[in-house]
């Protein structure tokens, strides 16, 4: 037969005659001298029980049958007073044989928790007032700081924080509490039961003994886990700009037989006896062209500028005296009417005279008439201007300065010199047309 004795959540030194009376007298329970519980004693006694079936032991009045069944791990009916008298209780706890079988004990102050989604070792520890070292010491199976699967649970300790081990075979909590250094007194505090009732199996909080060692191992696999990603990752990389690299290597030599091939091709091609019949053929056809434009431009030019010097210049060219005005200031003659210096005039006739000057000069009318267009057209942002059966084009502008229907006189500002439309630079492509036919405006401008 075991006695024990419990003053609410502690443990009180009481003399082992007071134990021996209580359980040898009936009810009411004498009780010793007050100077008799100050004589130092044992806080424990342990006495042999033949049976191994029952427990009796000493509690303060305030201490439930409830709250003694909880520590032992039984049912209240378990439990019953034998003696009590001035706040002393004396109870016997009954051991059923299936408490041989029992559930591992477990402090009632450490829950579980079950890991939801996103949590971390970090905020679940925050989140319960807990250091991340006071949730490693009660979860010394941890293998990682970082990785936690949802559904896995955790002990979370609520009051005294400490190591929580289980009781392996060839092991007591006695043993366990000698090894790590931990206090008797609090051990039993923390566990809500005296550590010798507990057995193989049971898990044991060791009050203010931390898992350090745990956290260092941790921390530093937690660095080499890091370093070693590291080096995957650099590995992937280096691994892929060599993938690209080759990729490159192989595209650029694929491009130079290609380019290689069709330069023989293009050499065989180019000293062929067919390419040369061609380009003869090409020569004479492009030499009777131009001859034939060239004849077509000088005898439309001596008549249309016959025409214009004579009478009826003063009726076609209102307001000028038959001549023209410069449509620009400053500028550099870069293309005659009817020349075919680019690929463009080559293809289309020039029918106008091109004035190069820097972008943004102002263009000025050549002669009085009306504003007929002023936007874009055939030249790009182009403004036309009509007087009887003239029209002046002047092309390839950056902006107009007049609108249509707009009355103008010679040298009022129209646009501004751009390179809209077709254009190579910016210039002005000035066109004079009478009776709807274009003329060399050279042979009327002074």
């Known amino acids: 037969m075991a006695f024990l004795f419990f003053r609410g959540r502690r443990w009180v030194p009481l003399a082992a005659a007071l134990i021996g009376a209580a359980v040898a007298q009936t009810p009411p329970l004498p009780l010793p001298a007050p100077l008799d519980l100050l004589t130092p004693t044992a806080d424990v006694v342990l006495r042999p029980d033949p049976g191994g079936q029952s427990l009796r032991i000493v509690t303060d009045g305030q201490t439930t049958e409830r709250a003694v069944a909880r520590r032992y791990g039984v049912g209240t009916g378990a439990v019953r007073t034998i003696a009590s008298d001035a706040g002393v209780r004396v109870r016997e706890v009954r051991l059923a044989e299936a408490a041989v079988a029992r559930a591992p004990a477990r402090p009632a102050s450490v829950v579980t928790y079950r890991v939801r989604s996103g949590d971390t070792l970090a905020g679940v520890a925050a989140r319960h007032d ?23 649970t955790l002990n979370l300790p ?3 924080r400490g190591l929580l081990l289980t009781i392996k075979p060839g092991q007591s909590a006695l043993s366990l509490i000698a090894g790590y250094g931990a206090d008797l007194v609090a ?3 923390a566990n809500d039961v005296l550590p010798t009732a507990l057995r193989v199996g049971d898990q044991l909080l060791l009050p203010g003994v931390k898992a350090e060692g745990l956290r260092e191992r941790l921390l530093a696999a937690r660095e080499a886990e890091r370093k070693a990603k590291l080096a995957r990752e650099r590995q992937q990389q ?15 030599l694929q491009e130079k037989y290609a380019r290689q091939e069709k330069y ?5 091609w180019k000293s062929s006896p067919e390419r ?15 001859a034939q434009a060239a004849a077509q431009a000088r005898a439309r030019n001596s008549a249309q500028a016959a025409a214009v010097v004579g009478a009826s210049v003063g009726s076609t060219v209102a307001g000028t005296g038959g001549r ?24 289309v006739f020039h029918g106008g005279i091109d004035l190069a000057a820097p972008y943004g000069t102002p263009v000025y009318a050549a002669t009085a008439g009306t504003v007929a267009s002023s936007g874009y057209g055939a030249f790009g942002l182009n403004v036309w201007t009509t007087s009887g059966d003239s029209t002046a084009i002047y092309g390839h ?13 010679p040298g009022q500002v129209l646009g501004y010199v751009g390179c809209t439309g077709v254009c190579t630079g910016p210039h002005l492509h000035f066109e004079l047309r009478l009776g709807g036919q274009t003329v060399d405006p050279l042979s009327l401008l002074p």
């Open 238 to 252: 280096y691994e892929q700009y060599l993938s690209w690299k080759a990729d490159r290597e192989r595209q650029a």
């Open 276 to 290: 040369q019949r061609q380009m003869a053929a090409y020569e004479r056809q492009a030499q009777y062209e131009a």
């Open 264 to 268: 023989e091709a293009y050499l065989a």
């Open 324 to 347: 023209l005005a410069w449509p620009l200031r400053s500028y550099r003659l870069t293309s005659r009417y009817g020349e075919r210096d680019i690929a463009f005039h080559q293809q």
């Open 187 to 189: 051990t039993a505090r």
């Open 130 to 152: 807990l250091t991340v070292l006071d949730v490693l010491s009660a979860n010394l199976g941890r293998t990682s700081l970082d990785r936690l699967r949802p559904g896995e």
């Open 158 to 160: 609520t009051r005294e």
């Open 397 to 409: 502008l950056s902006r107009t300065a007049v609108v249509s229907g707009q009355h103008v006189t």
